[in-house]
């Protein structure tokens, strides 16, 4: 894994949503659906993001395509810092002097990053305000640049796609948008599309409802691979399809991936469609990542105590077979106001004085394999 | 499509009301277009140098044919009766045309309007939403006649005045409708799958969100078209709208103010006066009531 490439990296992903009430708006409090995340994908594997509903794992997508704007941290693409691409010009100023010139500053160069230091090359080069002015200079084209690198599919196959367009629209609008392929060439390039994923090519003149759930998802799929993408967010793409569609679906992705050498980030709560398709797994809980492993790993040895009672949730097709079931008890607590310490505390069965005071830190325990949790593999 | 549009052509003219509507709404187009065949814009008290009857120069303007400002009831020549020496037949045959134009251009741009401001609102949200939703509550204090009779007041009277404070005051249920459908759909994934393909807000919009949330709006302007003419005539009874003796519904009625009682000991002596304008307004407003209940059926999804 070591000598493969870093495609995406995220570094202490933080996204907040506000809960405001009253006359003036007043903001109340602060639902922290994603509190601070890091991670990395490398080119040409499939992470698969797991966790229950409310965790925040589709807020993870979201806010790596940037439809949602990050509250803090820093998502670095291609070695390529993307997170001011999409800020009015005077935030993403403020942005860059928070983030590089102030550490340019005060640190010792020899401690940076690789990332840091390839801006801070830029920064010795240009001086301060050339800083600014090279890397905020061509905008719109970084953002084109972004939404050709990233695409996302989306869960609900019927509400993804536009009821009143045509399929050639539906799959071509973005790719001519951005010069990928030329409005000379929609037909012969939609066509193409469409039969790659399996739609025949000629039904790009109808509309979406003259398809069928599975159908429209591979539209779906068309939409994001003609444009070109490294990286497809996959969010819950197959979780609404029925189980024979579904496993059509999901080769049909791994079929795309050899042939595109693509990227996916697999988000779902179906653990054993992770287990499939996945080639390393994070688990998320409450906003935070509390185990991220080979899926070898994860599966075989899970160390963190929730991953091991997700495991022990997975059905297993053989009515003989006795499982012992880790069973948590209460809910998830509320994003709003999260417990202190390791936020699985209050669930977990193997919790002791500090996990309520001490927030674990994520550690690699083995290469590779990250946890966060104060006695990981304590409970067995 | 075809085949759908086929099918909502069918479902359409099972419907009584809806065939009655359309069929109204024609006749009334008719009229309007064949304004000059059914009722010539001539004046025959006065021959031109070939001893033909005068052209008027504005057939809009009905002519004075009698002096005598007295109603006169139906005849062969004049079947709906006269008023104020004016034909009631002419007034309420040009006056087609006259409802028509308000109508037309009222609704056309309030709508625009309303969909400018209630998108922008919606799309945008935020303080931007805030401060238009603000504005258009203030428009919607206002009470409607008041606003008009002060404009009109700064403006000068006149049909066209009126028309102004009409578009002025008559925005804002658009803007609030299509505001709140654009909330609904602006989380539809199609809208976000746009985003992330980078296309731009104004496509979005144009594109994406309006043609998914355009119907109501649609049928909201067809039932409005009718009763907006009701509140021009409204004002043109009050004496804000149309000049004297332009050929409008409501000014029309506004002939009859002092005759409306009948004479003494025969309530209805003047009954033409008043009915034969006022039933063309009934009629007018209902065509446009029960065309608009008929697209409401058949762009409903939930009734298909």
């Known amino acids: ?380 | 499509m075809n085949t759908e549009l086929k099918r909502t052509l069918r479902k359409l003219f099972k419907n009584p009301s809806a065939i009655l509507g359309f069929a109204l709404l024609a006749f009334f187009i008719l009229v309007a277009v064949f304004a000059p065949l059914i009722a010539p814009p001539i004046n025959p008290l006065f021959p031109d140098e070939n001893g033909n009857p005068m052209k008027l120069d504005d057939p809009y303007i009905m002519p004075i044919l009698s002096w005598s400002s007295d109603p006169v009831p139906p005849s062969k020549d004049h079947p709906f009766g006269m008023i104020a020496g004016r034909d009631i037949f002419y007034g309420v045959v040009w006056g087609t045309r006259t409802a028509f134009k308000i109508g037309l251009i009222v609704v056309s741009a309030s709508t625009l309007f309303g969909i400018i401001i209630g998108s922008i609102a919606g799309y945008f949200g935020g303080w931007i939403d805030e401060v238009l939703m603000r504005i258009t509550d203030i428009f919607l204090s206002i009470p409607f006649l008041l606003a008009a009779m002060v404009l009109t007041t700064i403006l000068g009277s006149g049909l066209d005045k009126v028309m102004i404070a009409m578009i002025i005051f008559g925005w804002m249920a658009t803007a609030r409708l299509i505001r709140a459908n654009i909330l609904q759909v602006k989380e539809e994934q199609f809208v976000l799958a746009a985003k992330a393909l980078g296309i731009k807000n104004f496509i979005i919009i144009v594109r994406h969100i309006l043609p998914n949330t355009i119907f109501p709006v649609l049928v909201q302007a067809t039932m409005r078209l009718g009763s907006l003419v009701i509140t021009a005539a409204a004002l043109s009874f009050l004496g804000l709208g149309a000049p004297i003796g332009y050929a409008d519904w409501g000014s029309m009625l506004n002939y009859t103010r002092n005759y409306i009682l009948g004479s003494s000991g025969q309530a209805l002596a003047y009954w033409y006066t008043v009915f034969y304008p006022g039933m063309a307004m009934v009629l007018f407003v209902l065509a446009w009531n029960l065309v608009g209940d008929a697209l409401r059926d058949v762009f409903d999804p939930k009734l298909k």
């Open chain 1, 1 to 380: 894994m070591s000598e493969k490439k870093v495609l995406v990296r995220v570094e202490n992903l933080v996204k907040y949503f506000p809960i405001r009430a009253g006359v003036f708006k007043r903001i109340v409090a602060w639902v922290r659906a994603v509190d601070d995340v890091s991670f990395d994908i490398y080119e040409g594997e499939t992470v698969g993001l797991v966790g229950e509903s409310g965790c925040g794992k589709t807020t993870v997508g979201m806010t790596l395509l940037r439809l949602y704007e990050p509250t803090s941290g820093r998502i670095i693409v291609d070695n390529e810092d993307t997170t001011y691409y999409f800020m009015p010009k005077i935030k993403a100023k403020k942005y860059l002097k928070n983030t590089y010139i102030k550490k340019f500053k005060n640190e010792d160069p020899e401690t940076f990053t690789f990332i840091d230091k390839k801006y801070y090359d830029l920064y010795k080069e240009l001086g301060e305000s050339g800083f600014y002015s090279k890397l905020l200079s061509d905008l719109p084209e970084k953002r084109s640049e972004f939404r050709k690198t990233m695409q996302i599919v989306f869960q609900d196959p019927y509400s993804s796609l536009n009821p009143r367009i045509r399929i050639k629209t539906i799959v071509s609008e973005g790719p001519v948008l951005h010069k990928v392929i030329k409005k000379s060439e929609v037909i012969e390039k939609v066509k193409a599309a469409l039969e790659e994923v399996g739609i025949h090519g000629d039904h790009m003149y109808r509309f979406p409802h003259q398809f069928s759930g599975g159908q429209r998802q591979r539209i779906g799929i068309a939409r994001a691979l003609l444009m070109n993408p490294k990286l497809i967010v996959a969010d819950e793409a197959v979780a609404a399809l029925d189980v024979s569609i579904r496993s059509q679906v999901i080769n049909l992705m791994l079929d795309l991936q050899e042939k595109h050498n693509l990227t996916y980030l697999f988000i779902s709560h179906d653990l054993s469609v992770i287990k499939y398709i996945s080639d390393r797994v994070i688990v998320m809980y409450l906003g935070k990542i509390v185990e991220n492993a080979p899926k070898k790993v994860l599966f075989d040895d899970p160390l963190h105590p929730y991953t091991k009672a997700l495991m022990s949730a997975i059905p297993v097709p053989n009515p003989d077979y006795k499982k012992k079931r880790i069973i948590l008890t209460g809910d998830v607590p509320s994003p709003v106001n999260p417990p202190t310490g390791c936020r699985f505390h209050p669930r977990c069965p193997v919790a002791k004085e500090i996990c309520s005071k001490e927030e674990p830190q994520l550690r690699e325990i083995q290469p590779g394999h990250f946890v966060a949790c104060h006695f990981p593999g304590s409970l067995k």
